[in-house]
């Protein structure tokens, strides 16, 4: 956590954390030059973009470690210049890159890295194609709020199609489009005048504003790798076998989309960022689930269920120390009691002991009242349908907002060890993927007085996972970046 003591306007750290997918990731699946070259290269800023130690796994265009990326998303995230939104001003006129700006920046570098299953890395469905998914959301400042697109197999950078329909969501909500081109299919392509009022656009749609936008389309043969290939086929036909071995067996589990002894990428990357102006951006993107079913959609594009970005305001701090240390009193000394007048508490005294007629105001409560501007922002990754059958990460802002708990506790709750999204998969647990998942995100906590004068700012990084695994990265209170990926490894 941060505490800083502010003024009358916050100052605020801006703050980043990305992910790579979550799964059944193990020192088995993992080996040690490999997982070495990722270490290497988050702990080292100025490291070659490529390791010596992943030649083994990558050829010479496909090098880009993690760590590499979360040190230049934060090198851009920290430096003032033009942008399309500020995340904070400055008297040069310059400003940072907006939450939006740095969440999509970070997920282009992970999109065109094909280690990660998004962009580039994507996996292939049962039929041997790509189907790419891609969503943004921001806490506030667009009246769209988020985006999602789906079913897209030529666009290059997914998220930034995203981007681009929340960022024209103040003018399609009215029904206008930007260059006068009434989309209305005379030369053989679809009506799409605009994305409209639309939150969720698929396919043939969705690719048709990303030509119109400007977006970098590419040909299907683009998303192809031999690693993801090759996971594809022998998912298949792992799947034939096990059901040629288990056939007419009860309870037999046979699925070409998760492995107990390989980790078949079933998850999504992620980024989340808090801006100096205090919004937060979540961007998410994904190839999907290994040899998952053409057109199957899964949680990346569905706000609540895979990503979700939200601001409140609550009365007085009550995820705060002050809240922690009240929680952790006797009851009778809490605040919960009833204050009685002078004649009723006299009679009462006739019948009661002493300690218990009455709870008087604490200090605290009878200080000038504060208030308190919570946001949130969560990126989910991990088997999608789940995610889907439980609206996994809204559960989280939810529990944080209206419980209230800390963003952290609820993250837990849901995504943890035993957590709702395990407990979803019932007995399957551990034998077909489902209920495997993580989360990453950030919450940022802004108490003001009764006078609006700010007299706290706090941010906290959010993960945690239940699986084997999660790939992540995020610049940490020092501002130093830190990676970790196994179960158990120490922070």
Known sequence: MEYKPQGAKPKIKPRLIIHGGAGNITPENLPPPKYKAYREALLSIASPPCSPNLTTYLSANECLPLGTQITKANAYMT??????????????????????????????????????????????????????EASVMVSRGRAKRCAGVMGLAHVRNPVLLAKAI??????????????????????????????????????????????RYGLQLVEAGYFWTRARWDEHVRGLEREKKEKEKEKGARGATATATW???????????GAVALGGDGALCVATSTGGMTNKLSGRIGDTPVPGAGFWAEEWTEDGDPTGAAAATAAAAPWWMGGGGVVVSDTLRGLMADCLPTPFVYSPLRQSESAPRRTTQRSVAISGTGNGDSFLRINAVRTVAAMARFQPVSSATALTKVVGDGGELQKSAGARWGKTGEGEGGMIGVESVVVRDVDGRVVEVRSEILQDFNAGGMFRAWINDDGEAEYRILRGEKW
Not at 89 to 112: I, K, Q, R
Not at 179 to 193: C, F, I, M, Q, W
Request: proline fraction near 5%.
């Open 259 to 269: 492995s107990a002894d390989e980790f078949l990428p079933q998850g999504t990357c």
């Open 166 to 211: 929340l960022e024209r969501g103040e003018r399609d909500l009215w029904g206008n489009d930007d260059d006068g081109d009434d989309g209305d299919g005379d030369d053989g392509e679809l009506d799409v005048p605009s994305a409209q009022g639309h939150a969720q656009i698929h396919g043939r749609a969705a690719e048709q504003l990303a030509a």
């Open 79 to 132: 430096t003032p210049r033009k942008t399309s939104g500020g995340g904070g001003g400055s008297s040069s006129g310059l400003s940072l890159p907006s939450a939006l700006d740095a969440a999509c920046h970070a997920l282009v570098l992970l999109e065109d890295n094909p280690l990660f299953n998004s962009g580039r890395g994507a996996v292939f469905t049962r039929d041997g194609t790509n189907e790419l």
